[in-house]
């Protein structure tokens, strides 16, 4: 994993790339239709979306989602 430090960007990238495809299977074990016609849609959307589109994606996640808490694998502390 890029350190975020020296790229931030690939460290956000390879944290949120992790954390999709862990929802994509969460997602694949409760309706697998519903994985491949729109979870799996939406990660690749958010994955190849531009720079200021996946940090807003990320941050109204994180904001509906509650109070931030570490991630494990992830370097950045909240």
């Known amino acids: ?4 430090d020296s790229d931030s ?11 999709l495809y862990g ?5 694949k074990s409760l309706n697998p239709v519903f994985c491949d016609e729109v979870a799996r849609l939406l990660a690749v959307f958010v ?3 531009g ?3 996946r940090a807003f994606i990320l ?5 509906r989602r509650g109070p931030i808490r570490r991630i ?7």
């Not at 960007?9 to 954390?19: C, I, K, M, R, Y």
């Not at 494990?72 to 909240?78: E, I, N, T």
């Open 1 to 4: 994993m890029p350190h975020p």
């Open 9 to 19: 960007a690939g460290a956000v990238e390879a944290v949120l790339t992790t954390w």
């Open 23 to 27: 929802r994509l299977a969460d997602a």
């Open 47 to 49: 994955l190849r979306g």
């Open 51 to 53: 720079k200021r589109l």
């Open 59 to 63: 941050l109204v996640g994180m904001a």
């Open 72 to 78: 494990p694998g992830c370097p950045v502390r909240p």
